[in-house]
């Protein structure tokens, strides 16, 4: 296991179109992350999972924005009824958490998101 | 509204010399925060953290110095290496996991 993949790496898409992304975290890693990242501003949260247990979603996150992890392993981030805003960089992540865990991140290479 | 916040937008330091990278925070609640670096094209790549227990952390050439009272912290590379070069964000977390990331600081190190 080499670390936490992302497919696709990029995706253009029409506005109003559905587009879905695959995070892939670290096998033994129970705590997963979705973040979006726009140019010149750090990773901004989005969503997190313990488990297959959505635990905390941003306000950012509006109702076209959906994510999974079906049986805690990989993930699934939907947008539905893409907009030109939400072009971006959509950055999973992936940390062991829990009792004795650390909060430390490990990043995926992203998948960037051009809405035209 | 921008609870971390990292001011220089981009440092430049000799090779050999330390590069001291400063972040600010208004949360009191965070009670981990951690550094990061990212080359283009990939993903932020972690680096050291500290836990609000501790005001030093030392890996290497990698240190982070965590004021709290001043709700400050940075990030000392010493000796600094071109290959250090990178935008450098810094990360606070609060306990229920929700991660805040600054705007980041672009490091060149010049040979």
């Known amino acids: 296991d080499t670390g936490v993949s992302q497919n696709p790496r990029h995706k253009i898409t029409k506005r109003g179109q559905n587009v879905t992304f695959r995070c892939d975290p670290i096998?033994?890693?129970?705590?997963l992350y979705w973040y979006r990242q726009t140019l010149g501003q750090g990773p901004e949260f989005l969503t997190y999972?313990?488990?297959?247990?959505?635990?905390?979603k941003s306000r950012l996150l509006s109702d076209r924005f959906s994510a999974e992890r079906p049986k805690g392993s990989f993930s699934t981030l939907e947008i539905q009824r893409t907009e030109q805003g939400d072009s971006a960089m959509y950055l999973c992540?992936?940390?062991?958490?829990?009792?004795?865990?650390?909060?430390?991140?490990?990043f995926g290479p992203g998948t960037r998101l051009t809405v035209t | 509204d921008q609870q971390v916040k990292q001011n220089s937008p981009s440092l430049s330091v000799q090779e050999g010399r330390i590069s001291i990278l400063n972040c600010d925070y208004t949360?009191?609640?965070?009670?981990?925060f951690l550094w990061y670096k990212k080359y283009p094209a990939e993903g932020p790549t972690f680096l050291i953290s500290?836990?609000?227990?501790?005001d030093k952390n030392e890996d290497g050439r990698f240190t982070v110095f965590l004021n709290k009272s001043a709700k400050h912290l940075s990030l000392h590379i010493v000796p600094s290496q071109p290959g250090d070069s990178a935008v450098y964000f810094c990360?606070?977390?609060?306990?229920?996991?929700?991660?805040?990331f600054g705007t980041g600081t672009s490091l060149t190190v010049i040979p």
């Open positions: 500290i836990s609000s227990i501790k």
């Open positions: 999972f313990q488990n297959e247990a959505q635990l905390e």
């Open positions: 990360a606070a977390s609060d306990v229920v996991n929700q991660f805040y």
């Open positions: 949360n009191s609640m965070f009670d981990y």
């Open positions: 992540a992936s940390s062991s958490g829990g009792q004795g865990g650390t909060r430390e991140q490990y």
């Open positions: 096998s033994e890693h129970n705590r």
